[in-house]
């Protein structure tokens, strides 16, 4: 009985450390976003944040395309010293009743390749002289411009740093 004891005390205060450290992260990525942005935006929020990435929190926008009242929310971020342009909106109406719209954007914007992260599946493009990724998951609508080429592993190291905020 007292050979077990130890490794239940281990057990548990891993456990405890594990949800510190989700917690830990959970505040401070949505520290992150202002709650006057979150207030604009009706999507989930999308928020990077990890090792060598960087969001510029005074960047953040929310506009409203015209003829909605959808709230997009632009900011800019930075992995490995690239400065990255992003873009979250909800995701439109056509790509939620008739999925192969989205197919057909995706197409549209010569994908090289793609790859599956926690929170989706990301497209990587190149629609014209710079990089985009794209991803639509849980309501939102994410592109990711890149304004020097990112490698395979740094697009994935970014999208799978990738929380929900709201």
């Not at 959808?70 to 008739?98: C, K, M, R, Y």
Request: hydrophobic share 40%.
């Amino acid at each position: 009985m007292r050979r077990r004891r130890p490794w239940l005390v281990f057990g548990v205060g891993l456990l405890l450390l594990a949800i510190g450290i989700m917690v830990g992260s959970s505040l401070l990525t949505r520290s992150m976003v202002p709650q006057s942005v979150l207030n604009q935006v009706k999507s989930v929020v999308l928020m990077p944040s990890g090792m060598k990435i960087s969001v510029n929190k005074k960047s953040m926008t929310v506009s409203s395309p015209v003829g909605g009242d959808d709230g997009v929310l632009n900011f800019t971020a930075s992995i490995d010293e690239t400065s990255l342009e992003i873009g979250e909106q909800p995701t439109p109406q056509q790509f939620i009743h008739i999925p192969k719209v989205y197919d057909r954007v995706v197409e549209q914007s010569k994908p090289y390749g793609v790859f599956e992260s926690e929170i989706g599946t990301v497209h990587l493009t190149r629609p014209k002289a710079r990089q985009v990724a794209m991803l639509n998951t849980k309501g939102t609508y994410m592109l990711v411009q890149a304004d020097k080429d990112l490698t395979d592993a740094q697009w994935r190291r970014f999208f799978l740093n990738i929380h929900v905020v709201k």
